[in-house]
Antibody
Framework: EVQLVQSGAEVKKPGESLKISCKGSGYTFTNYWIGWVRQMPGKGLEWMGSIYPGDSDTRYSPSFQGQVTISADKSISTAYLQWSRLKASDTAMYYC?????????WGQGTLVTVSS | DVVMTQSPLSLPVTLGQPASISCRSSQSLVHSDGNTYLNWFQQRPGQSPRRLIYKVSNRDSGVPDRFSGSGSGTDFTLKISRVEAEDVGVYYCMQGTHWPRTFGGGTKVEIK
């Protein structure tokens, strides 16, 4: 069974760093792109970027380029989304999803709250 | 970026009645490989998005056949033939042809 399991909810202060994770199982992790999607409170879905764990090819939406870093460790079938300096406006639910032109499996989401 | 425009924003529907959601893209979604990567997702309250339809009209496994997708080029439609209570949620189209991937703004389906 294909599963994407994300790390737990986080509460951080502005200026802090954060790295959240998405662990894939039930399929060959290196053969599928993993994307990250943001959903701000009460809002729609926004594509942030994607990584191909097989060769670490990474693509970012211009809106998120330079704001976050997407990475993957294929040895443990895990993709990451990280911030070096969080802002209050980063408060959102973050989803990982498998696929590049379409996303067939999604993680359960990681809620990130940034508040002083 | 390719802009995906959904309408309506809100869709109150009577149980058992049909519903239709439109999604228009600012550019053709026909990929150089000949495929059209237009997807539809359902997001029920408090849940992760779930894919219903991929490549315009292909229904995912386990998706009831009352859901259907159609369209071409820049103009696409998701139809629910007879709305059931479990269909309440927000529906999003997403294009997977151009970078960056982009979603429509969502259509909230509710029961009248």
């Amino acid at each position: 069974e294909v599963q994407l399991v994300q790390s737990g909810a986080e509460v951080k202060k502005p200026g802090e760093s954060l790295k959240i994770s998405c662990k894939g199982s039930g399929y060959t992790f290196t053969n599928y792109w993993i994307g990250w999607v943001r959903q701000m409170p009460g809002k729609g879905l926004e594509w942030m970027g994607s990584i191909y764990p097989g060769d670490s090819d990474t693509r970012y939406s211009p809106s998120f380029q330079g704001q976050v870093t997407i990475s993957a460790d294929k040895s443990i079938s895990t993709a990451y989304l990280q911030w070096s300096r969080l802002k209050a406006s980063d408060t959102a639910m973050y989803y990982c999803a498998r696929g590049i032109s379409s996303t067939d499996y999604w993680g359960q989401g990681t809620l990130v709250t940034v508040s002083s | 970026d390719v802009v995906m425009t959904q309408s309506p924003l809100s869709l109150p529907v009577t149980l058992g009645q049909p519903a239709s959601i439109s999604c228009r893209s600012s550019q053709s979604l026909v990929h150089s490989d000949g495929n059209t990567y237009l997807n539809w997702f359902q997001q029920r309250p408090g849940q992760s998005p779930r894919r219903l339809i991929y490549k315009v009209s292909n229904r995912d496994s386990g998706v009831p056949d009352r859901f259907s997708g159609s369209g071409s080029g820049t103009d696409f439609t998701l139809k629910i033939s007879r709305v059931e209570a479990e269909d309440v949620g927000v529906y999003y189209c997403m294009q997977g042809t151009h970078w960056p991937r982009t979603f429509g703004g969502g259509t909230k389906v509710e029961i009248k």
